[in-house]
């Protein structure tokens, strides 16, 4: 009797003792050939054997444990080795996989694959080149019958030998693996992140197919694991803003089964961080409120992490830092502007200004414009009203030119108004027109309005220049009579008495005729005639206008 290496088992169990116990009953019975004792013993407590696994005969490298998916495959890295004297003399290996035992002898039966041909239950395939080491076997078709632990035997001629102390052990699931999606842990707005799904690939021949609601030009890619196992990945460059906090990616990962498909999805929900945003302010109670009064200013903001608030007044001096925290109440004695300044570690966002406004307030506009108004003169009106809140400045309205724009200006003293202004080009008509000027002063939801009104005074050279006589008509030549000439002139102020014109009465052809020009200013004047059988001359100054009077006898 003689005991081949393929019956030394590889790790204790209970067939163990009995082997002892065989092994010195054949120990005795050759007793007489002590040469053959010591090489059994030698066999026995190789430093391949497995009793502590420190120094197995096969070395064998599997994953250890793995999951399958029924109605799919497996496939199954593996790689082997050995230091033993036998192994590797000759060329010819075999891949050998057992079922639930590492013992060949106890369990025949258990034998499932052998790649010499010879057995093959599961129609397992040994992809790998065995000659090169290489052990990467197929299992096709799965079901929930093949979980069980599996032990590889590798024969190489003389060497026979189980890896028992790493055996694979392989579970086969009814459910598939829900994908993983992955991305860095701190997201920050403005940053620039790369999201990947993926899902694990137990038989890349038929990997999942990964669908997520992302951008959907993303290729799936599978990819081989540094411990021979496969995975199946989308992925995807986002730069993150501040819509992407509390955003739900989800991935699915199909995978392709006999009869059908079986489908698991993942979701993660964004956690990003990002600047203040929306950061407003409002006024309590809204309106003009009488000097004295108690207003609450507050201020909101969508923030994270959650902001911190800052108040500010608008002074002549510039911005005041008056407040800290989120409201600010205070008593007012004087209108003026304030906003917020919302804060976190990502950056900072300033309110719009609130108007506080007090009642009665002499907000009045004025309207401005040269002291000396002539014809033909080129001016422009300024319409300006005091503007104590810059960012919320009165509303200007005129009866000239509606096109005018309205401008907010920085006084010296750090104080502002606002203003519009219009050119225009002087004529007698603008003499006693009313230019008018309102202002609306915004203040919340109410506003304040002051109007103000200039009437212009004109200069202007002589107009609608006219004459008139009376009695009109035929007059007698042997009496008295009174002729009155009635005449009206517009011309510019300084000049001073009227200086009549030449009058000459020609008796001869019984014709008054009377030459004037316009005198100094508006006037109406009076001739009274003499005898029209008397020479009377009177005397007027400038240009003559004819007016002829017949006499009658």
Request: charged share 15%; aromatic share 8%.
């Amino acid at each position: 009797m003689f005991c081949s290496l393929s019956e030394i088992p590889t790790k204790p169990d209970e067939h163990f003792s009995s082997f002892i116990c065989t092994l010195f009953s054949l120990m005795a019975a050759l007793s007489e050939n002590v040469l053959t004792v010591s090489m059994l013993l030698s066999v026995v407590f190789l430093p391949g054997d497995a009793a502590d696994c420190t120094n197995p005969v096969l070395i064998a490298n599997t994953p250890g444990q793995m999951e399958a998916l029924s109605g799919s495959c497996l496939q199954v890295p593996c790689s082997f080795n050995s230091t033993h004297s036998d192994f590797g003399k000759t060329k010819v290996y075999y891949g050998i996989w057992l079922k639930n035992t590492d013992s060949l002898n106890q369990c025949p039966s258990c034998l499932i694959f052998n790649s010499s041909g010879s057995v093959n239950k599961y129609s397992l395939k040994m992809i790998g080149n065995v000659s090169e080491k290489n052990c990467t076997t197929l299992f096709p078709d799965l079901n929930t019958s093949y979980t069980d632990t599996y032990y590889l035997r590798i024969e190489n001629g003389a060497f026979r030998a189980t890896n028992a102390c790493y055996p694979l052990h392989i579970k086969v699931n009814d459910s598939p693996w829900s994908p993983s999606i992955n991305l860095p842990s701190d997201l920050k707005e403005h940053q620039s992140v790369t999201v990947t799904c993926s899902a694990f690939t137990p038989c890349p021949q038929s990997p999942p197919e990964l669908t997520w609601n992302l951008q959907q030009d993303s290729l799936n890619q599978t990819e081989k694991n540094t411990d021979g196992t496969f995975t199946t990945k989308l992925q995807e460059n986002i730069t993150l803003s501040d819509t992407h906090d509390g955003y739900n990616i989800s991935c699915s990962a199909r995978y392709p089964v006999v009869l059908g498909n079986k489908t698991e999805e993942t979701k993660v929900t964004l956690n990003v961080s990002y600047a203040p945003r929306n950061t407003s302010a409002s006024i309590s109670p809204s309106g003009l409120v009488s000097a004295g009064t108690w207003v609450k200013l507050s201020c909101f903001s969508r923030a994270k992490p959650p902001p911190s608030f800052t108040w500010f007044r608008n002074s002549k001096h510039g911005a005041m830092n008056v407040s800290v925290g989120q409201v600010y109440s205070f008593s007012v004695t004087e209108g003026g502007e304030y906003y917020c300044v919302a804060t976190n570690d990502l950056g900072n966002e300033t309110s719009s200004r609130l108007c506080v406004g007090i009642k009665d307030s002499p907000w009045s506009p004025s309207i401005n414009l040269p002291s000396h108004l002539k014809e033909h003169q080129s001016v422009t009106v300024t319409c300006s009203a005091f503007t104590p809140c810059p960012h919320s400045p009165p509303e200007l309205t005129w009866n000239l030119q509606q096109d005018s724009l309205r401008q907010t200006e920085k006084n010296t003293d750090g104080t502002f108004t606002t203003k519009i202004q219009e050119n225009i080009t002087l004529s007698d008509t603008h003499d006693g027109y009313n230019i008018r000027c309102s202002s609306i002063h915004p203040a919340a939801e109410k506003s304040n309005t002051a109007e103000t009104k200039v009437t212009l005074s004109v200069s202007y050279a002589p107009r609608n220049t006219s004459a008139s006589i009376s009695p009109s008509g035929l007059v007698s030549t042997l009496c008295f009579f009174e002729a009155t000439l009635w005449f009206s002139s517009y011309s510019e102020p300084g000049s001073h008495n009227i200086h009549p014109m030449l009058c000459l009465i020609n008796a001869l052809f019984l014709r008054l005729n009377i030459n004037r020009l316009s005198s100094s200013f508006t006037t109406r004047g009076r001739i009274n005639i003499a005898p029209v059988n008397s020479d009377v001359t009177l005397t007027f100054k400038h240009r003559s206008c004819l007016l002829d009077v017949l006499l009658t006898e």
